[in-house]
């Protein structure tokens, strides 16, 4: 049986029923006597088994065999959810993602899980079932950790790929201290200090915190970021007293990838040693009560393989075929206002007749190609839950993640671009802006921190915010560092706004934090934010308070090709703006025009809203002067906002063709890219969003 053809189809169901199981156990840990939950999960992983073992992928299969064991026995009242258990089943999630990512990358699918099965398979006979691991976790506490091996997770190994592709210097550094050195934690630190100075740790091994407590031997390593020499840094290392030798080797994009392919053996090493501590500490599992079920019915898994109605009715495309379905409709767009302007001045009703017929039928392909394009952000948002629940407990915080806005839709090639950079900014919420539970409840805020994820649409933008309830930016701290590290000139300090000092976060190699650790210090991971924001058309801002927290806010192209637009004429030339940013249009006397604390303004349906000039904001050469009595107005909205901007004369309602304006025009803000009309003239598309801002 040739099962190439069945390939895409296994990886997509196969990730499908990934993204259930995380959610449905994320769900399961909140309420953990819920049988309805377990029921979805033990379907869900049995349909996995089942496509694994069909494919050929034995171990896959065997490990989602060991869960159905341990799900099974729970939803039959013979073991009870706890924190072993929990922790178990989220690194056999890990484990059968690194497996589909392998076959994605061409491999078997293959890993060593034999160390995750008897876990599984200890679990099953009552040998791990200490509630909340704390067996395992007394066991090995207080035991140094002497391995050398340095494991990378997703993050951070985007991280590395990231900064070697923007032009950093990354280095895997291995420090050796000297046999007779008495204060081992003292000589790490300072090196620590050093390379905090001149870059930023990505990872280190073993923690920042073991090494601090003298919990390792006498030797550690990093994986670093820096603009410095290979040589520079070696010799900076050395200068420390007491430090035998240092290794540093450059990395590039051929070591990152064998890197990955070792990660998975990495983990089931590292399960292993859990694994045995744990065993030797944790006592038989007593009977325990059947749980109660859940009155509420088993929502059912939307992912379930096997409806041959559904099969039926969908099919999944290759974006490329669909890149180039929307590139040949954006040069006949162009074409069809070419042959409607020509209509226009030929003026025969067959013509015309005939072009208002293609352009009815265009215009139905058009809305079915983009809505082909259009994915919710749902797609990428349902990541984070996990991920928040993963940091929350490796930082000992209390945390709350509440999603709005899922189902906003996006253009495929941004939901595919802006993962990362949304695994940057949360992650920096969690760590920077998250306090520890004992400071909050001391300021008088609830014990649990709460970030905000929201999607929602302005115009012609999707607006995507990260929240938090925290600390805020501490603004004079920032600009110390900035001036530390040379970023901004002291007497350039004086003169930047409150916005200016919280852009000052994307700077390259800025950092906020008080210390490194596996998570902080992100200075290159803001840094690389900001740039694939920009490549994306879309631009990131920051909003803080003190001591109530901060605002993210990413705003992106809702579309890369195609939109609807007003035509305006600004002097002898000609604007675009986006339809879905324009409340009204209509036109207004120079009289009722007002002036408040030096700002124009008018009243417009019993609110006051101010007015923008756009041939003042442009600078347009040949603008009409204030001398005519009414002039044009677009009414256009930005969120809650509303704003008056003046123009010279409305031209006509279009459907245009988004071109960009290239690298060498690309800090245009007030401009959001340019289209080519039917007459074959160029106008500038003006970004609503901007102006009201």
């Known amino acids: ?301 939307a992912q379930q393989s096997g409806g041959a109605s559904t099969a039926n009715r969908t099919i999944r495309v290759d974006i490329e075929r669909l890149d180039a379905l929307m590139n040949l409709f954006s040069e006949l767009l162009i074409d069809r206002s070419r042959l409607e302007q020509l209509a226009s001045e030929v003026r025969r009703n067959d013509l015309t007749e005939t072009v208002e017929h293609m352009a009815r039928v265009s215009g139905d392909l058009q809305n079915i190609v983009l809505k082909l394009r259009m994915v919710p952000v749902e797609s990428v948002f349902n990541r984070f839950p996990r991920m928040v629940r993963d940091l929350a407990k490796s930082l000992d915080k209390k945390l709350e993640l509440v999603v709005t806005g899922a189902e906003t839709e996006l253009d495929r090639t941004v939901i595919d671009e802006i993962g990362d950079p949304l695994v940057h900014l949360i992650r920096n919420s969690v760590d920077h802006g998250i306090e520890m539970p004992a400071v909050r409840t001391a300021a008088g805020k609830q014990e649990t921190g709460t970030i905000h994820l929201r999607a929602f649409h302005s115009g012609n933008h999707v607006f995507i915010e990260i929240q938090d309830d925290g600390a805020g930016i501490n603004r004079p701290k920032v600009l110390d560092i900035a001036i530390n590290k040379g970023i901004v000139k002291p007497e350039d300090a004086k003169k930047l706004s409150d916005d200016e000092i919280n852009m000052l976060l994307f700077a390259p190699g800025f950092s906020t934090a008080d210390k490194i650790s596996d998570i902080s210090g992100r200075g290159v991971g803001l840094d690389v934010v900001r740039s694939k924001i920009e490549s994306l058309g879309g631009r990131v801002s920051v909003t803080s308070a003190i001591g109530h927290g901060s605002i993210f806010s990413i705003q992106l192209p809702l579309t890369l090709s195609i939109i609807s637009a007003m035509l305006i004429k600004l002097g002898s030339e000609k604007y675009a703006f986006p339809l879905s940013s324009i409340v009204e249009t209509g036109s207004i006397r120079r009289e009722d025009i007002r002036d408040l604390q030096g700002n124009k303004v008018i009243e417009y349906r019993k609110s006051i809203i101010p007015v923008v000039s756009l041939a003042r904001v442009l600078d347009a050469p040949d603008y009409r002067d204030d001398e005519e009595k009414e002039t044009e107005m677009l009414v256009i909205r930005k969120g809650d906002k509303l704003a008056a901007v003046l123009v010279d004369e409305f031209i006509s309602q279009s459907e245009i063709v988004l071109k960009t304006l290239g690298k060498y025009l690309a800090n245009q803000k007030l401009i959001s890219g340019a289209t080519i009309m039917g007459d074959g003239q160029v106008a500038l598309i003006v970004d609503p969003n901007a102006l009201i801002k």
């Open 1 to 301: 049986m040739e099962m190439n053809q069945y390939l895409s189809i296994f990886i997509d169901e196969a990730n499908d029923h990934l993204q259930s199981l995380n959610e449905s156990m994320l769900r399961l840990e909140q309420s953990p006597e819920d049988i309805g939950i377990v029921q979805i999960i033990f379907r869900s992983a049995h349909t996995l088994k089942g496509m694994s073992a069909t494919m050929g992928f034995e171990d896959l299969a065997s490990l989602t065999h060991e869960m159905e064991n341990v799900l099974d026995m729970v939803r039959n009242a013979k073991l009870t959810m706890n924190g072993t258990i929990f922790d178990t089943l989220f690194k056999c999630l890990d484990a059968l993602e690194g497996m589909v990512q392998d076959v994605v990358g061409g491999g078997t699918g293959k890993a060593d899980v034999s160390e995750l099965v008897e876990t599984l398979k200890a679990i099953v006979r009552g040998d791990l079932t200490a509630p909340g691991g704390a067996a395992a976790d007394s066991a090995v506490e207080d035991k140094p950790i002497v391995a050398t091996e340095l494991l990378l997770d997703q993050f951070q190994m985007s991280v590395l790929e990231q900064s070697v592709d923007s032009g950093m210097k990354v280095f895997h550094v291995q420090v050796f201290i000297r046999e007779d050195c008495v204060l081992k934690a003292v000589r790490a630190y300072m090196v620590f200090d050093f390379l905090e100075k001149n870059g930023e740790v990505v990872k280190s091994h073993p923690s920042v915190q073991d090494i601090e407590q003298d919990k390792f031997d006498r030797s550690f390593s990093v994986y670093y970021i820096s603009r410095i020499e290979e040589d520079e840094l070696r010799d900076g290392i050395l200068r420390v007293s007491e430090i035998e030798s240092a290794t540093v080797m450059g990395v590039d994009r051929s070591s990152l990838a064998e890197l990955d392919q070792s990660k998975e053996q990495a983990a089931m090493q590292q399960v292993q040693a859990i694994k045995q501590a744990a065993s030797a500490a944790a006592a038989p599992a007593s009977a325990v009560p059947a749980p109660k079920a859940s009155a509420a019915p088993a929502k059912p898994v």
